[in-house]
């Protein structure tokens, strides 16, 4: 199974975006800072 040389970068920028902005609204939620 073969991916496209476009998906790799994207899930590379995806992951990253994703994990800060979960971490981003979970230190807001909580207002940790």
Not at 14 to 28: D, K
């Amino acid at each position: 199974m073969t991916f496209p040389s476009i998906f790799v970068p994207l899930v590379g920028l995806v992951f990253p975006a994703i994990a800060i902005a979960s971490l981003f609204l979970y230190i807001q939620k909580n207002k940790v800072v």
